[in-house]
């Protein structure tokens, strides 16, 4: 079984400062695990994933997340945050490295203050 | 990358109604696309996986029932819920696989909020 934890549903940060959104993960399986950003009134969008190869992985908009297998984590940061980083972000495990059938943290909505 | 478009994007609907809820694959053939439902403060949960011309596979709790998924052609897949409840009020929201060799990439729908009063 897989699940996903992401602390903070909610987090604000001032444009500019850096972006910290954390997941954790349990899996019995090596995991592939995403990243998801919501806007309002859209799809999810991927931001990006890992799938086993390299632990650092770079993703669209600047974002980026570290696979760290000892903490069971796959945080999601971003040096310098924009108004338009402004959304729900979705952190997800699969079995598969596509990402089908998923299992979802619970979200975190990012505010970003001018 | 690849659209799919979910209708509706919100509905209210009076208790005992069903509600139909159709994912379009807009410029792909979908030969799978899976249904996600999320209550509020809650995770995104995995309903079901549908298959273009055979029946779904429902996750465990999932009642087949309630929730009737028809996926008749490469580009459309519908969930009807059944004699809504207002507990069954959700975000549901799809994606789509698009076909090819291996685990391809699934693309999501912007999902629908189901109000039932």
């Known amino acids: 079984a897989q699940s996903v934890t992401q602390l903070g549903s909610h987090v604000s940060v001032s444009e500019g400062a850096l972006v910290l959104l954390r997941c954790n993960y349990s899996s019995s399986v090596p995991p592939y695990l995403f990243w998801y950003v919501q806007y309002p009134n859209q799809g999810l969008q991927l931001l990006l994933k890992?799938?086993?190869?390299?632990?650092l992985v770079k993703g669209i908009n600047g974002f980026e997340a570290e696979f760290k297998k000892s903490e069971t984590s796959f945080h999601l940061t971003k040096p310098s945050a924009h108004m338009s980083d402004a959304a729900e972000y979705f952190c997800?495990?699969?079995?598969?490295?596509?990402?089908?059938?998923?299992?979802f943290g619970g979200g975190t909505r990012l505010m970003v203050k001018p | 990358g690849a659209v799919v478009s979910q209708h509706p994007s919100r509905v209210i609907c009076k208790s005992g109604t069903s509600v139909k809820i159709e994912c379009r694959s807009l410029d792909f053939q979908a030969t799978t696309m899976f249904w996600y439902r999320q209550f509020p403060k809650q995770s995104l949960m995995l309903m079901a996986t549908s298959n273009e011309g055979s029946k779904a596979t429902y996750e465990q709790g999932v009642e087949k029932d309630k929730f009737l998924i028809n996926h008749a052609s490469l580009t459309l897949s519908t969930l009807t819920v059944t004699s809504a409840h207002p507990e069954d009020s959700s975000f549901y929201i799809c994606?789509?696989?698009?076909?090819?060799?291996?685990?391809?990439?699934?693309?999501f729908g912007q999902g629908t909020r189901l109000t039932v009063v």
């Open positions: 997800a495990v699969s079995e598969d490295n596509a990402g089908n059938m998923l299992t």
């Open positions: 994606s789509a696989r698009s076909p090819g060799t291996g685990n391809t990439e699934a693309f």
């Open positions: 890992y799938t086993s190869a390299a632990t």
